[in-house]
């Protein structure tokens, strides 16, 4: 056989494999939807693919994390009052809903989005169905992006560990299934971000403005589309400020500012209620937040220091980050969930230092232990969540593994939350 037709007969077969894999995936995902994202993984660690194969497996991840959201019950949590919301606006009649939208309203994508939604399908469950698989696929293809910008060819070495990360370190799945507004605005940020560092500014423009629709975490976000213009040592010196204004209020100074100027009224109004500390809220100095900060900024300087370049636009972003944290250190409710919000870059500092783990030991060894206090951290939180006696706990399933791993698609659907 001449050497030049093997690569077509391999091309072939890779291609026949991923369409059989695809048509086993969709059955799969009928019968026992958790065995058919078992499956992905293990697909996504077995081998490489094509950019667009990536795509449609990494669907299939998205579509079962949003129909176990989907499931989710809560008596005390932030997703009762998101379906109440609905449930109470639906009541009203058109020309009443659309005043209150107009006057008392902030969010006004996610709300309409919302009613619509459930007009459309008579179900409240869909809100979280729909709004946790745009958070875990908007991600995904952010992370594509990421690796375009980096150079780096996504082969079953990188994507498989990162994908497994994103799932079990990263992401709080406990928290983003209940503070779904702020999580998919932070995944559409990254996703806008990504698309910014790989030249497609217009995307990355409007996805910005979408997310501000969703929720207005990503005002605090936006200073990392400058972070590759900022030189190395400005950067530091920033960092190094910001620890010392740790006591500075940021959103207090910004809704002084806003009133005194007499501009932007929506965003002032914001300010105004998110520059004092709630009585509810955890607190900034609590023993997990504390950690997560330092896990996350220890992390950061060592990327800093061994692999930022120059025009390192990545690892300077993860830098910046640490500011904006800090700046908001005197609010604990901004502070709080914007930590549990940092799985963008959590996935940048992977992507960091698995660049460059073979060249140092060091690197592997941070890279190992990263991952590790991370996930130690999202099953913490998780357990919390979880756990029966918690005040503030959630359900999946029923918090059954048996169901979860055996329950087919039509039985998830049937399962109720309210």
């Given at each position: 056989?001449?050497?030049?037709?093997?690569?077509?007969?391999?091309?072939?077969?890779?291609?026949?494999?991923?369409?059989?894999?695809?048509?086993?995936?969709?059955v799969?995902f009928?019968l026992?939807?958790?065995?058919?994202?078992?499956?992905?993984?293990?697909l996504?660690?077995?081998?490489?693919?094509?950019?667009?194969e990536?795509?449609?497996?990494?669907f299939?991840?998205?579509?079962?994390?949003?129909?176990?959201?989907?499931?989710?019950f809560?008596?005390?949590?932030?997703?009762?009052?998101?379906y109440?919301?609905?449930?109470?606006?639906?009541?009203?009649?058109?020309?009443?809903?659309?005043?209150?939208?107009?006057?008392?309203?902030?969010?006004i994508?996610?709300?309409?989005?919302?009613l619509?939604?459930?007009?459309?399908?008579?179900?409240v469950?869909?809100?979280?169905?729909?709004?946790?698989?745009?958070?875990?696929?908007?991600?995904?293809m952010g992370i594509?992006?990421i690796?375009?910008?980096?150079?780096?060819?996504?082969?079953?070495?990188?994507?498989?560990?990162?994908?497994?990360?994103?799932?079990?370190?990263f992401?709080?799945?406990?928290?983003?299934?209940?503070l779904?507004?702020?999580?998919?605005?932070?995944?559409?940020?990254?996703?806008?971000?990504?698309?910014?560092?790989?030249?497609?500014?217009?995307r990355?423009?409007?996805v910005a403005?979408?997310s501000?629709?969703?929720?207005?975490?990503?005002l605090?976000?936006?200073?990392?589309?400058?972070?590759g213009?900022?030189?190395?040592?400005?950067?530091?010196?920033?960092?190094?400020?910001?620890f010392?204004c740790?006591?500075?209020?940021?959103?207090s100074?910004v809704?002084?500012v806003l009133?005194?100027?007499?501009i932007?009224?929506?965003?002032?109004?914001?300010?105004?209620?998110?520059?004092e500390?709630?009585?509810h809220?955890?607190?900034?100095?609590?023993?997990?937040?504390?950690?997560?900060?330092?896990?996350?900024?220890?992390?950061?300087?060592?990327?800093?220091?061994?692999?930022?370049?120059?025009?390192?636009?990545?690892?300077?972003?993860?830098?910046?980050?640490?500011?904006?944290?800090?700046?908001?250190?005197?609010v604990?409710?901004?502070?709080t969930?914007?930590l549990?919000?940092?799985?963008?870059?959590?996935c940048?500092?992977?992507?960091?230092?698995?660049?460059?783990r073979?060249n140092?030991l060091?690197?592997?060894?941070?890279?190992?232990?990263?991952?590790?206090?991370?996930?130690?951290?999202?099953l913490r939180?998780?357990?919390?969540?979880?756990?029966?006696?918690?005040?503030?706990?959630?359900?999946?399933?029923?918090?059954?593994?048996?169901?979860?791993?055996?329950?087919?698609?039509?039985?998830?659907?049937k399962?109720?939350?309210?």
């Amino acid at each position: 056989m001449p050497a030049y037709v093997l690569p077509h007969i391999n091309e072939l077969n890779r291609r026949r494999m991923y369409y059989k894999a695809v048509l086993w995936l969709s059955v799969l995902f009928i019968l026992t939807p958790f065995w058919s994202f078992a499956l992905t993984l293990f697909l996504l660690c077995y081998r490489s693919w094509k950019v667009q194969e990536y795509k449609v497996l990494l669907f299939f991840v998205a579509l079962f994390l949003a129909l176990l959201a989907y499931t989710q019950f809560t008596e005390t949590g932030d997703l009762s009052r998101v379906y109440k919301k609905i449930l109470t606006s639906d009541a009203m009649s058109l020309q009443r809903y659309i005043v209150f939208m107009l006057s008392g309203s902030k969010y006004i994508l996610s709300d309409w989005t919302n009613l619509f939604l459930y007009k459309l399908t008579g179900n409240v469950q869909v809100v979280s169905f729909f709004w946790i698989f745009l958070l875990y696929y908007s991600f995904f293809m952010g992370i594509l992006h990421i690796l375009e910008y980096k150079g780096i060819e996504p082969s079953w070495k990188i994507m498989g560990g990162l994908i497994s990360a994103s799932l079990f370190c990263f992401i709080l799945f406990t928290q983003v299934t209940e503070l779904m507004k702020q999580g998919v605005a932070t995944a559409l940020i990254f996703y806008s971000y990504s698309c910014f560092l790989v030249g497609r500014q217009w995307r990355a423009l409007l996805v910005a403005v979408l997310s501000l629709g969703i929720h207005f975490s990503p005002l605090f976000l936006c200073p990392i589309f400058l972070a590759g213009k900022i030189g190395r040592r400005t950067l530091v010196l920033l960092v190094i400020a910001s620890f010392a204004c740790r006591g500075f209020n940021l959103m207090s100074t910004v809704a002084n500012v806003l009133s005194d100027l007499g501009i932007f009224p929506i965003i002032n109004k914001l300010a105004e209620q998110y520059e004092e500390n709630l009585d509810h809220f955890f607190s900034s100095s609590a023993t997990f937040f504390t950690l997560t900060f330092w896990v996350y900024t220890l992390t950061t300087l060592f990327v800093f220091a061994t692999t930022c370049s120059r025009h390192d636009a990545l690892a300077k972003a993860t830098m910046l980050m640490i500011v904006i944290l800090n700046l908001n250190y005197s609010v604990s409710h901004n502070f709080t969930r914007l930590l549990n919000n940092m799985f963008p870059f959590y996935c940048m500092l992977f992507i960091e230092l698995w660049r460059f783990r073979r060249n140092l030991l060091l690197n592997r060894v941070v890279l190992t232990g990263f991952v590790a206090a991370t996930l130690i951290i999202n099953l913490r939180i998780a357990y919390e969540r979880l756990a029966p006696d918690s005040s503030y706990g959630t359900q999946y399933m029923n918090n059954s593994i048996p169901k979860i791993m055996f329950s087919s698609a039509p039985t998830y659907w049937k399962e109720q939350s309210t």
